[in-house]
């Protein structure tokens, strides 16, 4: 029997550093009976050689030697470049962040060429689901990463000092939206020992927020829950009042780290230019939105803007600055969601599965909604 082929490609897109699948997990695929296929140099930027990827059961390839057209399975972080789309055969499965609202083309080939495409930003938010949840795994690693970034911003310390030379207070953090980066965020700052502020439009983020050791910022606001356990977008009238209500605690905060998001909608504007001009100098935003519109009105992505003495530092891939261990979580999620579909070394994914139904966004030359 021919082997069942699951190839690795190169990231492409600029600023990407993960890879799709690190060595530590290539024998758990391969235990399955499928075949792994690296592309030569793919890990170097998250730290993994091709000798690396060998010994753990991979087999290598330069990149003008690799044939998709033989693939069953192409796993990336990054959508698919069109060219590589292009190639491939029909039944071919691909796994990444397909983010199908904002790559209308790619969805239209995998549609023609029936391809089997699933989107990792549309796992359903389940337990079943949890292993093969990257929108969680890389949320954690922007979350602590966010952290750091400000802690080694801030003129200041985190924790209470008390030493010989003086008392030192904690620094004050705020994180606004307690998903799951904010709740990485709220607790790696306790962690460093901030004394620490949490706000999410959801009420359960209330609860959740205090079990990590930080108060929850109560507005007197209704909730805005939306479906799937996510926020639903607010009105105009609703973030002005937020703004207002927030701008105290941003006032007094020495770090606002912003990781609001509505899923396929801007981020909502929580930090106006006037609230970051009342913050004391030296202060820092971290806006891990920045990406997306941005959360604070001065971000920019991939920019470190200072603003009357206050450092506005706008994320871009954030989690290629971290690029090892965001690689081995999204790794373990992209094999995850692979096993799901695999049997006795074939894959083939059954739509019928709550999960793989979840993610599906092409199959048999149908778009799926
Ligand atoms: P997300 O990245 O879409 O949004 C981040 C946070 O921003 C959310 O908590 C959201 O409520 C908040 N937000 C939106 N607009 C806001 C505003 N105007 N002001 C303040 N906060 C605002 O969300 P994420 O991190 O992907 O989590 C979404 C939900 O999914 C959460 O309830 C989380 O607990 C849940 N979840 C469930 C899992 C499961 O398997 N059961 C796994 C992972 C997450």
């Known amino acids: 029997m021919r082997s069942v082929r699951v190839v690795i490609p190169a990231e492409t897109r600029e600023y990407e550093r993960r890879v799709a699948l690190v060595p530590d997990v290539v024998p758990r ?3 399955s009976g499928l075949e792994v296929l690296v592309e030569s140099g793919a890990g170097l930027p998250s730290y993994a050689t091709d000798d690396d990827f060998r010994a753990a059961g991979a087999a290598v390839a330069a990149g003008d030697a690799l044939d998709l057209t033989e693939a069953a399975v192409v796993a990336s972080v990054q959508p698919l470049p069109v060219q590589q789309a292009v190639e491939l055969s029909e039944r071919t499965v691909t796994i990444s962040f ?4 904002a790559e209308p083309e790619l969805v ?6 029936k391809v089997t495409a699933f989107s990792l930003d549309r796992v359903p938010r389940i337990t079943r689901a949890q292993p093969a949840d990257a929108l969680s795994s890389q949320a954690l690693v922007a979350g602590y990463r966010a952290v750091l970034v400000a802690a080694a911003r801030l003129p200041k310390f985190f924790p209470l000092f008390m030493t010989a030379a003086g008392t030192v207070p904690p620094a004050r953090v705020l994180v606004l939206g307690a998903g799951v980066a904010g709740l990485q965020a709220i607790a790696t700052a306790r962690r460093l020992g901030a004394v620490v502020e949490g706000y999410d439009v959801r009420a359960a983020a ?3 927020v205090r079990s990590l050791g930080a108060q929850f910022v109560e507005l007197e606001l209704e909730t805005q829950e939306g479906v799937g356990g996510y926020a639903r977008e607010q009105s105009a009238e609703f973030l002005a009042r937020q703004r207002e209500l927030i701008g105290e605690r941003v006032a007094i905060a020495d770090v606002v780290i912003t ?6 909608r801007p981020a909502p504007r929580l930090v106006t230019t006037e609230m970051v001009e009342a913050m004391r100098p030296g202060s820092v935003i971290v806006d891990l939105a920045a990406e997306s519109g941005g959360n604070c009105e001065l971000s920019r992505p991939g920019e470190e803007i200072r603003h009357h003495d206050v450092l506005v530092w706008g994320a871009r891939n954030i989690w290629s600055d971290m690029p ?4 081995k979580l999204y790794a373990n999620n992209v094999a995850a969601l692979l096993l799901l579909m ?3 070394g074939d894959v083939s994914p059954d739509l019928d599965d709550e999960v ?3 993610c599906c966004v092409t199959h048999a030359g149908e778009v799926r909604a």
């Open 29 to 31: 695929i391969v235990r």
């Open 98 to 101: 397909l983010q199908p609202a």
């Open 108 to 113: 239209e080939i995998f549609a023609r060429r």
């Open 206 to 208: 209330a609860e959740e």
């Open 259 to 264: 990781t609001a998001a509505i899923p396929g």
């Open 324 to 327: 090892a261990h965001a690689s």
């Open 342 to 344: 695999t049997k006795d």
């Open 356 to 358: 793989l139904a979840g």
